[in-house]
């Protein structure tokens, strides 16, 4: 059976989210920890964290996915932003475990022009000192980059890296999307297996928590970043339908993050690919 869900919004609160994720047929979902622009988080509300887990054990979801705000960058060269990346993702990691998701994704950032070796580098220390500082048992997720502009984690080597210099704890894994691994230039519309052997030399399968599964506008190696409906773009329906049945991803948390006017479109996704 596929686990799949979409990104959700926090907005209406934690239960509304397993609500609504029931309701377009999900048994996961992934939402932003706090507003993009990474200001002060509510704090969590308890009795709303116990009626959305009560509605997940009753209803048997798979692993949640709680997302990092996109505009942090724990490796840019101002010390100031690397710092406020690092306060926001440790107290993001401290209120999860009031509210216990399983699985943190984070972008490894971008390195602002002090190179990929550096921008690893400071990546690897602020993880590294989330896992000491912050007693959880959420895994951190890096989420695989397509290499735009100046992205680290644009290559299977670099997050296999980033790993490695982070002492390679079990706290840490991994979150391929299918867009952004298919733009850094990894074709698995054509092979699939190829990536995934790849995948397992450098990083090791055990590694991989979560499939952020979405369809790309731009063509494999365009290091361009333009999610497309599951369908409607240049990995296509088939690819990404064999992504979902693949024995080595099949019983993972899938998160669609496609441009989708509403959670109708969001339902009709999921309907489609669990039905074929
Ligand atoms: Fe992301
Ligand atoms: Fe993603
Ligand atoms: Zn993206």
Not at 77 to 106: H, I, W
Not at 260 to 270: N, R, T, V
């Amino acid at each position: 059976m596929l686990h799949i869900g979409c990104h959700l919004s926090p907005s209406g609160g934690l239960a509304a989210m397993g609500r609504d994720a029931l309701r377009i047929g999900a048994d996961t979902f992934q939402f932003f920890t706090r507003n993009p622009r990474g200001s002060r988080a509510k704090a969590i509300d308890e009795a709303d964290a116990a009626a959305l887990q009560a509605l997940q054990a009753e209803h048997g979801f798979w692993p949640t996915v709680a997302h990092a705000p996109y505009t942090l960058n724990p490796c840019s060269s101002d010390a100031r932003v690397r710092e406020f990346a690092a306060l926001t993702m440790e107290d993001d990691l401290k209120r999860l475990n009031q509210l216990p998701c399983g699985l943190y994704n984070f972008h490894p950032g971008s390195h602002t022009g002090q190179g990929i070796e550096a921008g690893i580098r400071l990546t690897a220390a602020l993880i590294t000192e989330m896992l000491s500082c912050v007693q959880s048992d959420t895994v951190l997720l890096i989420e695989t980059m397509s290499g735009q502009g100046s992205e680290i984690g644009g290559t299977l080597e670099q997050v296999a890296d980033l790993i490695d210099r982070a002492g390679g704890s079990g706290r840490i894994g991994v979150c391929l999307d299918t867009c952004h691994v298919f733009a850094a230039g990894y074709d698995l519309k054509n092979d699939l297996d190829g990536v995934l052997e790849q995948f397992d030399r450098t990083i090791g399968l055990e590694r991989l928590r979560a499939v952020h599964l979405n369809d790309s506008m731009q063509p494999c190696g365009s290091h361009r970043d333009r999610h497309a409906p599951v369908g409607k773009g240049e990995i296509g329906f088939e690819a990404l339908l064999a992504v979902t049945r693949h024995e080595a991803l099949r019983n993972l948390p899938f998160v669609l993050e496609t441009p989708q006017p509403d959670l109708a479109g969001y339902a009709a996704e999921i309907a489609t690919l669990k039905g074929a």
